[in-house]
């Protein structure tokens, strides 16, 4: 693991973008494992920036999520699909086509797990962008998922339902379900950056780095891959040795 402690949000998402720019600039077909949540805005908004001012395209890009909630539509402002729209595809020139993320609104949850896993056979990431809950979590993949899992559904924490409450009305319509990529779908990705913001993070970005490797700390499986940056700001690494 390759950790570079930064001094705050911006300088952590430039970094990023750095990474993410070097691997589409070498393979305009790349394929991006995408997250969402609060801290890879600031990544998604450089790249709609070079976009922008330095005419990069996105024409021959593919990008798989890592999750999104069960019961929500893609016009749904809640949701992964929403998210990933309006804050990238909506407004770089990547073909809609060639982004995926697991539907929401599937009737057969089961046949959606196994449809994803399939996808995901044929898409695997150049390099998977990963933000990481405050309980250790990667995508969904809450505390006591083992390393050999595949994309699922997720019962979600009440941590997790809490720290996402944030973004809703009332904590009552955050969704109780998420469909996720499971350890092992994200172990495949070539490369893995991890982001964090904020203390609140501290105390996961040290499981992750200096814990025992074990499904207590979801992210700590990703120790034993090999070509896996860790970004934080400050204030997340401020309990790393
Ligand atoms: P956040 O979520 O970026 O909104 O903090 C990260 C995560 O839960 O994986």
Do not use: W
């Amino acid at each position: 693991m390759k950790i570079l402690i930064t001094e705050n949000y911006d300088k952590m998402s430039e970094t990023a973008f750095s990474f993410v720019k070097e691997i589409i600039t070498e393979k305009p077909d790349a394929v991006l494992g995408l997250a969402t949540g609060s801290t890879p805005i600031g990544l998604y908004a450089l790249m709609v920036r070079d976009h922008e001012q330095n005419g990069t395209s996105y024409k021959g890009i593919k990008s798989v999520n890592l999750d999104e909630y069960v019961g929500l539509s893609a016009d749904n402002e809640q949701s992964y699909a929403y998210f990933m729209n309006y804050h990238l595809f909506d407004k770089v020139d990547i073909d809609k086509n060639n982004t995926h993320l697991p539907c929401g609104t599937a009737e057969d949850k089961k046949a959606e797990c196994r449809r994803y896993n399939e996808l995901l056979k044929t898409l695997v990431p150049d390099v998977q962008i990963l933000g990481i809950g405050s309980n250790g979590h990667i995508g969904f993949n809450e505390p006591g998922t083992e390393k050999d899992s595949v994309t699922h559904v997720v019962n979600l924490t009440e941590n997790t339902i809490k720290d996402n409450s944030r973004l809703f009305d009332r904590i009552e319509d955050v969704p109780r379900q998420a469909f996720s990529m499971g350890i092992k779908n994200i172990l495949a990705s070539k490369k893995i950056i991890v982001m964090a913001s904020g203390e609140n993070k501290a105390k996961a970005v040290r499981a992750m780095i200096e814990g025992p490797v074990s499904s207590a700390c979801p992210a700590s499986f990703l120790r034993e891959h090999n070509d896996v940056v860790v970004v934080v700001d400050k204030a997340a690494g401020k309990l790393i040795k």
